[in-house]
C-alpha cells in the first residue's frame, strides 16, 4: 500500500501542532482458490495526526469505554454467579479450589466481555467518525470535512487503484 500524503494539521480541529496521532485498521478476507480452508487476512492502518487536546479526549472517551466495558462485564458475571448459587451441588458447599476457579472464572468473564464492549464502542464511536479506510479502493475518509478537503488536495494525483486483493 502506497503511503497517504496526510496534511499537517491535525485530522478533528485542524489545529496546526499534531504530537500525537491515532490509528486505525482495516482489514480485507480474501479465500485461496486451492485451499478451502485458507483464508488471507490483510490488515492495514494509518496513523492519523492528532493534537494534544484531541488526543487526550480520544484516549479519555477510550478509558471510559473500558469502564462501561468492565460494568457490563461485572453484571454479566453477577448474573453467572446468581445463576450457579440456585444449584444443588453448589448448596452442599465449596472447599478452597472450588472457590479459587470460581473467581478466576468470574476474572476470565468480566475481562472478555469488558474487552469486547470496549473494542466495539471504540470502533463505532471512535474509530469509525474519525476516518475510514476502504482498502479495496484505497480511499481514506474523514469525519471532518475540511480536512477531507486538504487531504483530497494533496492526494489528488495519486493513483488509487488496487488489486483484486486489495493491495
Keep these: 500500500m502506497r503511503e497517504p500524503r496526510l496534511p499537517e494539521c491535525c485530522s478533528r480541529c485542524l489545529a496546526k501542532e499534531t504530537p500525537k496521532s491515532w490509528r486505525i485498521t482495516s482489514q480485507t478476507k480474501n479465500r485461496f482458490k486451492d485451499e ?6 490483510t490488515t492495514y492502518w494509518v496513523r492519523l495526526p492528532l ?17 462501561v466495558g468492565l460494568m457490563a ?6 448474573l453467572g454467579l446468581q445463576y450457579l448459587s440456585d444449584l444443588d451441588s453448589v448448596k452442599k458447599g465449596l472447599d478452597a479450589l ?11 468473564v ?15 464511536f471512535l474509530d469509525c467518525p474519525l476516518a475510514n479506510y476502504d482498502p479495496l ?22 493513483s488509487t487503484s488496487r488489486s483484486r486483493l486489495g493491495i
Excluded at 36 to 41: A, D, R, W, Y
Excluded at 73 to 78: E, N, R, S, W
Excluded at 137 to 156: C, E, H, I, P, V
Design 36 to 41: 478451502e480452508n485458507v483464508e488471507l487476512i
Design 73 to 78: 462485564g461485572i453484571v454479566v458475571c453477577g
Design 51 to 67: 493534537c494534544a487536546a484531541c488526543h487526550r479526549h480520544l484516549t479519555t472517551v477510550w478509558y471510559m469505554f473500558w469502564v
Design 137 to 158: 479502493t484505497g480511499r481514506l475518509s474523514f469525519g471532518n470535512k475540511q480536512y477531507q478537503q486538504l487531504y483530497d488536495q494533496a492526494n489528488q494525483f495519486a
Design 98 to 108: 472450588d472457590i479459587g476457579l470460581v473467581i478466576a472464572g468470574s476474572i476470565v
Design 110 to 124: 468480566i475481562g472478555i466481555v469488558g474487552a469486547g464492549i470496549a473494542y466495539g464502542l471504540h470502533l463505532v
